[in-house]
């Protein structure tokens, strides 16, 4: 197998991963640098294109991924064939389920998506040889059920239009993290209306028409029917209660 590549300064670290913007706030950021090295053997970098499907409901495991840039979205499918989005992720979520043979949800890309896809046995070796890695892994899974409870706060109390807002300031967060105060923000919404009324429980009609509200009262401006520009993030907050 080839020699991971290095940076140009020599350094222990590959070079993919000193270009990785979320190296250190994903699961790699447990890892030094000769174990970055020696994981680097087993991962590659992959471009998953929107719609394309990572893993299938009931579909076995066979490799994990850090997703680096993009949206992919959680599905539940009933048996009459009805879908539920039960969860979104964003850089650097970890997908797959550990100490699990096969995937609960189906995971599908919403845009285009990198990932860093590392193989199952290489990362389940590490893990027995590295607790500070598992103790990472376990952070993030904490932190998606918290995300989770709040998501069951939202759908069980929150009116219509603190879910569209609370859906906005999510993808604020997440899509521009930097982002704060009052400045102004922008992005390009991942759903399209109907997912997005699939996500908070409610009808697409009553997603546009909470957006138009918004938009009316100068909180947000749409553009290209997905593009958003945040006009006044605390109003936005207010919004979402």
Not at 63 to 79: D, F
Not at 97 to 111: G, K
Not at 198 to 212: A, K, W, Y
Request: proline share 3%; glycine share 8%.
């Amino acid at each position: 197998m080839n020699t991971p590549r290095k940076d140009i300064h020599n350094s222990n670290v590959p070079k993919l991963c000193q270009s990785c913007e979320v190296r250190h706030k994903g699961m790699c950021g447990a890892l030094n640098a000769d174990e970055l090295v020696d994981f680097a053997q087993f991962t590659r970098v992959v471009r998953v294109s929107a719609g394309d499907v990572l893993l299938q409901e009931q579909g076995p495991i066979g490799s994990y991924a850090n997703v680096m840039r993009g949206v992919l979205k959680l599905t539940k499918t009933l048996a009459d064939g009805r879908q539920q989005i039960v969860g979104l992720q964003f850089a650097p979520d970890f997908v797959g389920r550990l100490h699990q043979d096969e995937s609960p949800v189906r995971v599908e890309a919403c845009s285009d998506v990198d990932i860093c896809s590392v193989t199952r046995n290489a990362l389940q070796k590490m893990l027995e040889e590295n607790p500070t890695l598992e103790a990472r892994l376990l952070h993030q899974a904490l932190r998606e059920v918290d995300q989770g409870r709040e998501w069951m706060l939202a759908l069980g109390r929150k009116t219509a239009r603190e879910k569209v807002a609370s859906f906005l300031m999510m993808m604020v967060r997440q899509l521009d993290p930097s982002a704060g105060g009052d400045a102004a923000t922008a992005f390009d919404l991942p759903l399209t209306r109907a997912e997005i009324g699939d996500f908070l429980g409610l009808t697409i009609g009553t997603v546009s028409r909470e957006l138009t509200r918004l938009r009316h009262v100068r909180v947000i401006r749409i553009s290209s029917h997905r593009h958003i520009d945040v006009l006044d993030l605390e109003a936005l907050r207010q919004c979402a209660g």
